[in-house]
């Protein structure tokens, strides 16, 4: 018995921005960015909101465009069955409510309990691991007198817009981000393993390598004194907030607000960002693994993040294993960080390589930073 994926479905963008168009905005080429990256073209959303990406890609999931649920024989669910909703973004279209209440209402999910979760790119892999975790707990109270909330069946979302946080004058991070949205529908089993094992860990970033402050525009209406006794006069006065001088320099990315960039942009050391990712990857595949009681023989397919091409190529290496074990779905989609894991899962799923029975690895890493992979039966 266990957590099993029983849907999935993407949602993307119209718009697609070829390696060709950025040239026009930053000093960079098709052949550099492909042969550094293996991206081609991504796709940017003008005016999907993350909650309409989002929607797509559940209603694929859910089985409601008249396909099914995304996976062979899998019938559509219905909307009162769905008793869980967590919603992984770091780019979400409101901070009140969460994204996850939102696509609640939008989907009438009425009997689910609903929550936001941010580990940046990891995001998808901890709300999976996270939702199992919650079902497996409340399965244990399965007839008893236990004061928990019983959850039967989710949906796991990823979501982004990075394109909303992205210095688009800045050629070291502009040429790597794309939007998407990704879901599954996962359901507890009594007759099918589902996830086997599971794996969510942190490292601290200790150098600032990936980071992004966040950006308030209100004005405020207090200094040091209480009240601001000029803002008081005139609430249109825009009165700064001193704190946030000291949330750029906790981040380390004073100099380059100074120098007149977007203050709620990327920044990245991709050198630093690179090794921990190549490392974190094949850390986090062994782990799962050795949890699990399996090894690398054993998997069907690994459906990791997708960065860069490259770091993909460096694990498979680290790992002793050909490409082909890998889903890699970058070249027209770049990294949309929380939705690249299901939507690669998807990707897989539609091109038949995914088999009932199969054991596939989902494995992702992420800023804060944090990694961790999910291995379960199909
Ligand atoms: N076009 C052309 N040149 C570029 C460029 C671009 N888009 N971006 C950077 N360059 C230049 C650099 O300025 C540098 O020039 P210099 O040698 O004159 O200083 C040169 O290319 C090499 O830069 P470098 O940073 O060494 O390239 P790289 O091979 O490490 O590739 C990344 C850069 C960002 C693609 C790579 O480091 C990476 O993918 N890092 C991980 C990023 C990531 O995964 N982030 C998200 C994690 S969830």
Redesign the pocket.
Known sequence: MGCCIVGCGKGLPALDVTNDE?AQL????DE??SS??GIRSRRISVEETSLDLAEVAARQALGWDGEGAGIQGQPAFAAEDIDLVVFSTLTPDALLPSSAALLRRRLGLTNAVSFDLNA???GFVYSLSVTEALMAASQANVGGAGGRNHYHRALVVGAERLSRITNWSD???????GDGAGAVVVEWRDDAPGIISSYIHNDDDTTNS?VCPAAFDSSFAFDEQGVNAAFAQDPALLLADASLARVDEELGVAEGVAAGEPRQAIR?D?????K??GNALTNAVLEVLERAGLTLDDIALIVP?Q??E??IKFAAKKLGLGLEKFQISIAHRG?S?AACVPMTLCDAYESGKIAPGDKVIMV????GLTSGAVLYEA
């Open positions: 950025l930053v000093e960079t080429s550099w960015i550094r990256t940046a790119c990891s050629r070291n991070t502009c040429v790597l981000f990936l990245m991709g050198q630093k960002v690179f921990f990712a993040h960065a860069n490259r770091i990294n960080s992702a890493f992420g800023a």
